[in-house]
C-alpha cells in the first residue's frame, strides 16, 4: 500500500488542503497572535486615537503648538448615581495614554436633583431655563480646566468648537461620567 493513493496523501488529505493548512499555520496565527499582543497593551486604540487627534487638529485649523491653551470652566456631571458621585474627586484628571492631560477637576460642589439646561422658546433662542430630569439621579457642579487649542477666539475641545451646553466624556482609570460646560469662564456660584 502506498502512502499516496488517488492524489491524496495518507488516503485523505490532497495536496490543496495541505496548502491551505500550511498557510493558515504560517500566515494567519502569527497575525492573530501579533494583534492580540499589540492589542492588550492598548496600541492599536493608542495609534487610531492619536491619528484622529492629528487629523482634526490638521483638517480643522493647523493646529501649533502657540495655539494650546487651557480654560477654566463651570460645569456639571450629569447622570450620577450615588455610586458614581462617592468614585469623583478634586485632582481626578482625563489623561491620554501618551501623558497629556485633556481636563482636571479643580473644585466640586453639592450634589443636586439631575437638570439640565433647555431653550426656552416662549421668549428667544439665546434663553435658557432650567429643569429637572430625574429625581433619582444627580447633577455635580464642578470647575474644570479643560486643555485645547485657541484658534480664531474659538476654544476647541478635543478638537471640537466648544458650544454652549455640549456634552462630553470624562474618563479616568476608575470611571467614566459626562459632564456639560456651563460657564466660560468658570464663576464660582453658577
Known amino acids: ?11 485523505v488529505l490532497n495536496p490543496l488542503d495541505i ?8 500566515i494567519v496565527l502569527p497575525a492573530l497572535h501579533f494583534y ?18 492629528q487629523q482634526q487638529e ?17 460645569a456639571s456631571f450629569k ?9 469623583i474627586k478634586v485632582g481626578d484628571k482625563e489623561i491620554l495614554p501618551d501623558g497629556t492631560v485633556l481636563a ?12 439640565y439646561f433647555i431653550n426656552n422658546l416662549k421668549k428667544s433662542k439665546s434663553e435658557y431655563r432650567r429643569m429637572m430630569l430625574n429625581n433619582e439621579l444627580y447633577s455635580l457642579p464642578a470647575k474644570l480646566k479643560l486643555e485645547g487649542f485657541i484658534y480664531s477666539n474659538m476654544f476647541y475641545y478635543k478638537a471640537v468648537a466648544e ?8 474618563f ?7 459632564f456639560v460646560i456651563e460657564t466660560f469662564p468658570f464663576k464660582e456660584g453658577n
Open 36 to 53: 492580540i499582543k499589540f492589542n492588550e497593551k492598548g496600541f492599536a486604540e493608542q495609534k487610531a486615537l492619536e491619528r484622529y487627534l
Open 172 to 178: 479616568t482609570d476608575r470611571y467614566r461620567v459626562d
Open 19 to 26: 496548502f491551505i493548512i500550511v498557510f493558515i499555520l504560517l
Open 58 to 74: 490638521r483638517v480643522d485649523f493647523q493646529a501649533r503648538d502657540e495655539n494650546r491653551g487651557s480654560v477654566e470652566v463651570g
Open 104 to 115: 482636571e477637576i479643580l473644585w466640586l460642589g453639592k450634589p443636586e436633583p439631575d437638570y
Open 1 to 11: 500500500m502506498g502512502i499516496i493513493k488517488n492524489r491524496k496523501l495518507f488516503g
Open 163 to 170: 458650544d454652549a451646553l455640549a456634552r462630553h466624556p470624562f
Open 79 to 87: 447622570n450620577l448615581t450615588e455610586e458614581a458621585l462617592k468614585k
